[in-house]
Structure formats: C-alpha cells, structure tokens
C-alpha cells in the first residue's frame, strides 16, 4: 500500500474538508451503509450558471467513507454539474489510491452514490449497474 495515499486518506479523514451543511441547498442527499455503519450527507448549492458554487457533507463511519467524501466534495466544488455527473467509481478509486477490498468498496463509494442521489433525485443506484 502506497504511504502517500494511505496518509491522504487519514488526512481527509482527521480534517474534513467542506464539513458541515448548507443553509440552501439546491440538493441534498442522505445515504447509509448498513454493512459498515457509514453514514454520509451532502448538500450541493448549483447556481443559475449550473456550476456547483458550495458543497458540504456531514456524516460518520469508517475513514474510507469520510475520506472520499470529503475528496469528493473538494473535486466537485466550483465544477459545472455536467461534469460532476460524469463522476465515475473509478474517478473516486483512482482519488484512494489504495487497493479496496469488495466490502470496502461500499464505503468507498457511499459518497458517490450519495451525490448522484442527490443531483437526480432519485433513488440510490445500484452499485453493481455499471452506468451510474
Ligand atoms: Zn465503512
């Protein structure tokens, strides 16, 4: 396991980045997972331009889950939400670094799966339907 990566995660995780929760959120979004306890919320404010002007996510769990929320949160603030959308699973896995066993693959991409709930209102995809 890469030392870089490894201590970026338990940065992110000591230090969130973007804690907390916006007073107007255009969206906002709470997901949980059950296998790991992890629980994240984002709130997304997308202006009039369509850009994602503030973010900011509160929650609790595991490091992975927090850490790549909190990435997430720093690589989608002042993006337009056509991009974020674009945001992959292995956007986020390249953003670890580290290598992620199957059921940290959960926490991992909670946040995510989080997001995409949130932007499009929908339910929470289904990690294993390769399109979201
Ligand atoms: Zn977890």
Redesign the pocket.
């Known amino acids: 396991m890469d030392d870089f990566y490894k201590e970026n995660i338990l940065d992110h995780y000591r230090h969130p980045r973007n804690a907390g929760t916006l007073e107007n959120p255009t969206h906002t979004h709470e997901s949980h ?1 059950p ?4 629980v994240i919320r984002i709130d997304l404010h997308v202006n009039e331009d369509n850009i994602v002007d503030d973010v900011a996510f509160s929650g609790r ?2 490091a ?2 927090q850490a790549s929320a909190s990435m997430l949160t720093e690589l989608i603030k002042g993006q337009p939400l056509e991009e974020v959308k674009k945001i992959s699973k292995d956007d986020i896995l390249d953003m670890l670094g580290i290598e992620i066993g199957p059921v ?1 693959l ?2 991992a991409l ?1 946040s995510l799966k989080t997001l995409k709930a949130g932007i499009y209102g929908l339910e929470e995809p289904d990690e294993d339907d390769e399109d979201w």
């Open positions: 997972n296998l790991c306890g992890d769990g595991c992975i889950s940290r959960k926490c909670l």
